[in-house]
């Protein structure tokens, strides 16, 4: 299975509708970090609306993605985790708390502009 | 009760296995969170058997409280993998030996409302966890 990455000017846009195995989710890693290279993309909305469960190897999986992207010069800002995500992730103990996150696609799309001071 | 239960051998059975609590729930009139709190809670155990051992199984068995009229989801966790030495270290926080995050255990502790482990080296883990319905 492999999630969709469009691109929309200098932005990647992706939202992820499917529920997440560990080689999807690697797979994703890489093929983001590819599309990023090739496309000279310095911003990337992750749209999470459609997830229902992060555990704590897909929580890892995105925020190293968050990390890697970082490092080639790319924000990445995910959006619209949902509210049971969120109580379960803090239950696992999980903070992600050096990613940028807003609440929809709307505002990631902003808070990009505002990260890359657009 | 009857019980159900997912084989745990590749990957993709952990997704499975997940569905299959997420079912259960649902009949039990769990509530949306406590279902993702239980499906995620089968996912760190899941992988725990995917990564460790060579299988292991899932369970699951609907049980009722007597007095409470409560109804829950029993989860069982059972592998035949190498066991773990230290119980008392596995359920630190922070503490993994895969270079995960470390969640495992004490998150799965945390998810659900009782948790039980049984562990004895060279034969195998047994974790018995329960939600209830709210």
Known sequence: MRIPILKLHHYLLVSIQVDLDDQTAIQFQEDLLNKIHQSGATGVVIDLTSVEIIDSFIAKVLGDVVSMSDLMGAKVVLTGIQPAVAMTLIDLGIHLQNVPTALDLEQGLVKLRQELEE | ?134
């Not at chain 2, 239960?5 to 952990?14: A, F, G, L, M």
């Not at chain 2, 279902?35 to 058997?49: D, K, P, V, Y």
């Not at chain 2, 470390?102 to 659900?112: D, F, I, T, Y």
Request: charged share 30%; glycine share 10%; with cysteine.
């Open chain 2, 1 to 134: 009760m009857s019980q159900s239960c997912v084989t745990i051998n590749q990957e993709w059975d952990i997704v499975a296995a997940r569905h299959m609590g997420r079912e259960k729930s649902k009949e039990l009139n769990i509530g949306t969170v406590d279902q993702a709190r239980i499906a995620t809670a089968i996912s760190e155990l899941a992988r725990n058997i995917y990564l460790y051992t060579e299988s292991g199984t899932i369970c699951f068995e609907a049980i009722e409280d007597p007095h409470h009229y409560k109804k829950g989801l029993k989860i069982i966790a059972k592998d035949e993998g190498p066991g773990i030495k230290d119980i008392s270290k596995v359920m630190e926080d922070g503490f993994s030996t895969s270079g995960g995050l470390g969640a495992g255990l004490p998150g799965v502790k945390r998810l659900m409302d009782s948790f039980d482990i049984i562990s004895e080296e060279g034969k195998g883990t047994e974790v018995i966890a329960v939600k209830w319905s709210r």
